[in-house]
C-alpha cells in the first residue's frame, strides 16, 4: 500500500509556486493577490480561511481576508463582491462556504467574475469544465487530479466509483475522471445518496473517491483489493485523545481498508493540503491571464 502523502505533495507544488512569484518579483510586478470573503463565526470555516492566508504567505502571494458578521445583508456582500470584480489590483476571490441562510449562496457564486473565480464554482466555468475547455477547475477535484498526477498513477480504462454529487466535489470530480485527458479516461459511476446497494458498485471500482461527508462509511467488505482510494471527507468528532477535544475523521474506515489498497490518501494530511495548493495554482493561472 502507498500513502498518497498530500503533506508532501503540496509543499511541492507551493515550492514551485514560489520560485514562479520571485521570477514576478524580479521583474518589479505587482504580486499575485487572492480576496477571501468568510461571513460569521463558523469554526471550521474560520480554519481553512486561516490556512489559504497562510498558503498565500508562504508561496508570496498578496492576500486580503474580507471579515463580516453573520447580520450582513446579501446586497451588501453582493456589492463588496462586484466592487473586488471591478479592482484590477486583485486577482482571484473566492467567498468561504456555507452561507448564513439569508444569503443566497448561487446569486453570489454567479456574483463572482469567472475571471477570477479561483475556486472554479461559476456556471460559466462549471460548462467549460465539462467541456474540456480551459478554466479554473475547482479547487478539490483539482487538487485530487494533481496528487494521482504526481504520483503517476494510471487511469485511463479504470472504473472510478465517486460517492457523492455536491457541485463542489463529487459532481466535477465525476465529470474529470471521465474525461478525454490524463488524469481521466475512467469509467465513471457517480453514487448518491439515492443509489440501491452501494456496496455493489464500489467492490466492481479500481479508483474510489469518497466524497460523502459520513466518517468512515468505507468499510473494508466494500472495496476490492487493489484498489486506489481518494478520502474527500472532513468530519470533526469528540475525541477524549487529544488536547483539543476533537479530531477528523474521514470517510474511509482507514485502519481496515488502508491494507487492501494499492494507494490510499490519509485524513488529515491527504486531498486537504491539496485542495489549497490547487487554489494556489488557480490563483497563478488568474494572475497570469489578468496580466497578459
Ligand atoms: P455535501 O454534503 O454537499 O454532499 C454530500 C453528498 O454525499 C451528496 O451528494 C449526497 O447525495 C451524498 N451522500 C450522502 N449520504 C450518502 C450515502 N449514504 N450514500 C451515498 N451517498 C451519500 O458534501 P461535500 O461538500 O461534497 O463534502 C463531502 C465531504 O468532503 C465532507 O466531509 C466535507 O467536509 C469534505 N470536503 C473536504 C474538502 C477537502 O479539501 N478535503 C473539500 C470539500 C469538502
Not at 99 to 110: D, Q
Not at 202 to 211: K, N, P, S, Y
Request: aromatic share 4%.
Amino acid at each position: 500500500m502507498i500513502l498518497l502523502d498530500g503533506n508532501k505533495t503540496s509543499t511541492e507544488i507551493k515550492n514551485e509556486i514560489a520560485q514562479e512569484v520571485l521570477k514576478i518579483k524580479e521583474t518589479g510586478a505587482r504580486l499575485p493577490h487572492l480576496a477571501v470573503i468568510i461571513v460569521g463565526e463558523n469554526g471550521a470555516s474560520k480554519t481553512y480561511v486561516a490556512a489559504k492566508e497562510k498558503a498565500c504567505q508562504v508561496v508570496g502571494f498578496q492576500s486580503t481576508v474580507i471579515e463580516y458578521p453573520e447580520s450582513i445583508s446579501e446586497t451588501d456582500l453582493l456589492k463588496k463582491i462586484k466592487e473586488i470584480n471591478e479592482n484590477a489590483e486583485i486577482d482571484g476571490l473566492l467567498v468561504q462556504l456555507p452561507l448564513p441562510k439569508h444569503i443566497s449562496e448561487t446569486k453570489v457564486t454567479e456574483a463572482i467574475a469567472p475571471e477570477k473565480d479561483v475556486d472554479g464554482f461559476h456556471p460559466i466555468n462549471v460548462g467549460r469544465m465539462t467541456q474540456n475547455l480551459p478554466t479554473f477547475l475547482s479547487a478539490t477535484p483539482n487538487g485530487i487530479l494533481q496528487l494521482i498526477e504526481r504520483y503517476g498513477i494510471e487511469t485511463a480504462g479504470k472504473h472510478c466509483v465517486v460517492i457523492g454529487r455536491s457541485n463542489i466535489v463529487g459532481m466535477p470530480m465525476s465529470i474529470l475522471m471521465a474525461r478525454k485527458a490524463y488524469p481521466g479516461n475512467t469509467t465513471v459511476t457517480l453514487c448518491h445518496s439515492q443509489t440501491k446497494d452501494l456496496k455493489t458498485f464500489t467492490l466492481q471500482a479500481d479508483i474510489i473517491i469518497a466524497a460523502l461527508g459520513i466518517p468512515e462509511f468505507l468499510k473494508a467488505e466494500m472495496v476490492k483489493e487493489g484498489a486506489i482510494v481518494i478520502d474527500v471527507g472532513i468530519t470533526r468528532v469528540k475525541s477524549e485523545q487529544t488536547k483539543s477535544g476533537w479530531k477528523l475523521l474521514g470517510d474511509v474506515k482507514f485502519d481496515e481498508v488502508s491494507p487492501k489498497c494499492s494507494y490510499i490518501t490519509p485524513v488529515p494530511g491527504g486531498v486537504g493540503p491539496m485542495t489549497i495548493a490547487a487554489l494556489l495554482k488557480n490563483t497563478l493561472q488568474a494572475y497570469y491571464s489578468n496580466n497578459q
